[in-house]
């Protein structure tokens, strides 16, 4: 038996009326689970002819499936090749209400741990340019680390507060994720911890920094462009009531009416301070009446003609004719076709780490940066070492060595718990020394080292299978 804190229960009860009683025995029934395919690494179509997973197609996303409890998904290869990403059901929404289209400039304010992000990348088609944004730094990490898994290219990971980025980023991005903290209220279901934490102030507390972050990012959305808020709470202080008053005070933006959705409730304009009519073009889900826990969303849009102001443009990156020359020659030796990344103007060292940064990205000087583009690796001495993020990011046809691994067999697991590779698994036809790109079922997963008639594994202890 969930325990709801009373005062919860009394205001939903305020709420709700007629409809308390089906709502509060949602939270008896087993929660539902998802995940999402990632267009950057496989097809829906060809997703479903190699999962081992049972689906079910969630209404309201596209690319989401249920799959049944008792499943492990995220104890799978295809999981650590980025083929798909675990994510709470109802969250899928906001990115399918987002829209983001590839060449787009797009920024996902309160990102971490990564779901929306990655959602995006994966409609973006690595075309364009992605700003993912957590204030928090052990959350940034993780979504660091989710960008790399599924193997997104034209993105920067960043630490800073919404503020601080509006100063950079006036009137510069197409299309904004506000995935407000919130007090929680929809995951009471599966969190213990926020069940705890709430409180009528927390609330409060909460709806006051939304605000804040709302108004920073309309900052930095041009004219023209769109954005959606979102939040995993039921509480109208921090939806229909945020909603409300961000509308009266920015007067340039409404909210679009983006018709019905299966599985979505309008807003409720009559929990609102003055019953604003246009509420009812939000959406609500409802455990109870949908699968998925609760969530609010809304899609804003902002007048104008959508013309960029003049960005930032990006000082010449520091070029280090040792490292680029280590850089190059491992892409001549090791792609099929080195052009496309030899051309390339935008790379950085972090102290021994090389990156490609997206071209769109403004001088990032004094920001707090994570993740300041793809990582390709590491410039050791005469030597350039691939970063296991870059392995991800490649595909098996556009390097000239790879080893592919059944993802149902005994290697593959044997390589994710870090075991040297048997003989069999050597590229056929190729005894010639140097980084070899290992997939499993056709998709990239790391890389391996042929070197004296070893295959050396090089899969990131930190990701290792126990």
Known sequence: MIQLPDEFREKMKGLLGDKYDSFIESYEKERVQGLRVNPLKISQEKFNEICPFELKKIPWAGEGY?????????????????????????????????????????????????????????????????LSNEIHPARAKILSQNVERLGIGNGVVSNEDSKTLSLRFPNFFDR?????????????????????????GHVNACAARQKEILSNAAVMLKPGGTMVYSTCTFSPEENEQVMEEFLLSHPDFSIKDMGKRPGLYPGRRSWSKTGLEDLRKTFRIWPDRSEGEGHYLAVLKKDGTGVFEKKQTVPEYTRDKSVLKELEGFLKDFLVNPAPLLLRREYILFGDQVYLVPPEMIDFKGMKIIRPG?????????????????????KKEEVKRWIDLPADGEEIIKYLKGETLPEEAFPSGDNKKGWVLVNTGGYSIGFAKLAGGILKNHYPKGLRWM
Not at 69 to 89: N, S, V
């Open 66 to 130: 249920y799959y049944r409890a008792g499943e492990r998904p995220g104890k799978h290869p295809y999981h650590e090749a980025g083929l798909y990403y675990i994510q709470e059901p109802s969250a899928m929404a906001v990115v399918e209400l987002l829209d983001p289209l590839p060449g787009e400039r797009i920024l996902d304010l309160c990102a971490a741990p990564g779901g929306k992000t990655t959602h995006i990348a994966g409609r973006m088609q690595g075309k364009g340019f992605l």
């Open 176 to 200: 904004i994720v506000v995935d407000a903290p919130c007090s929680g209220e929809g995951m009471f279901r599966k969190d213990e911890a926020a069940r705890q934490e709430w409180t009528p």
């Open 374 to 394: 793809l990582h390709m690796g590491t410039v050791k001495k005469n030597r350039f070492e691939p970063s296991h993020a870059f392995a991800l990011f490649l």
